[in-house]
T-cell receptor, first 109, second 114 residues
């Protein structure tokens, strides 16, 4: 079966750095998305990785290792508004999007 | 601004009473999706339209139907809502059907079933 694993919840301090991991076992791989979802709101696009390596976009960076079936989202200089769930989603060999359940990130002052 | 709009944002219905949720988009995207998302769970794809071509997920209950009268609008009909159908319903669009296309989501409709 297809599986996406993310930690259920993480806590971090304002101003700090946090890394949210995602591991996947899917039938094929055609890319990985990260979405941010604030409570009660819709997911919004953060990043898309299809090649190995780190992609940086402001305070957010996303890393992919296809050989390890692993990705992480790195958030720097955390702000209170970063409190949200972060969803990992993988595009499989049939170009279907497989979603993880998300990691709820709690930021404390 | 180009966007995805969902109405209403909050919907309350009674057990067994039909309900319709609506979605509209100004992005002129070919594909429109309906997802169901329950608390702390992954979004679950119910179905999608590629233009007028309807694609139902194998495990979507018959209780859920959809209509896309034109490019801009898509509706989700729940014929006889049960307590287990209480959830957030998300509409999304993408330019093409391939999963590698970024999906753009509306704000969602939170459905309560009494």
């Amino acid at each position: 079966g297809q599986n996406i694993d993310q930690p259920t919840e993480m806590t971090a301090t304002e101003g700090a750095i946090v890394q949210i991991n995602c591991t996947y076992q899917t039938s094929g791989f055609n890319g990985l998305f990260w979405y941010q979802q604030h409570a009660g709101e819709a997911p919004t696009f953060l990043s898309y990785n299809v090649l190995d390596g780190l992609e940086e976009k402001g305070r957010f960076s996303s890393f992919l290792s296809r050989s390890k079936g692993y990705s992480y989202l790195l958030l720097k200089e955390l702000q209170m508004k970063d409190s949200a769930s972060y969803l990992c989603a993988v595009v499989d060999s049939n170009y279907q999007l497989i979603w993880g359940a998300g990691t709820k990130l709690i930021i404390k002052p | 601004d180009a966007m995805v709009i969902q109405n209403p944002r909050y919907q309350v219905t009674q057990f067994g009473k039909p309900v319709t949720l609506s979605c509209s988009q100004t992005l002129n995207h070919n594909v429109m999706y309906w997802y169901q998302q329950k608390s702390s769970q992954a979004p679950k794809l119910l179905f999608h339209y590629y233009d007028k071509d309807f694609n139902n997920e194998a495990d979507t209950p018959d209780n859920f139907q959809s209509r896309r009268p034109n490019t801009s609008f898509c509706f989700l009909d729940i014929r006889s809502p049960g307590l287990g159908d209480a959830a957030m319903y998300l509409c999304a669009t993408s330019r093409e059907r391939q999963g590698t296309d970024t999906q753009y989501f509306g704000p969602g409709t939170r459905l309560t079933v009494l």
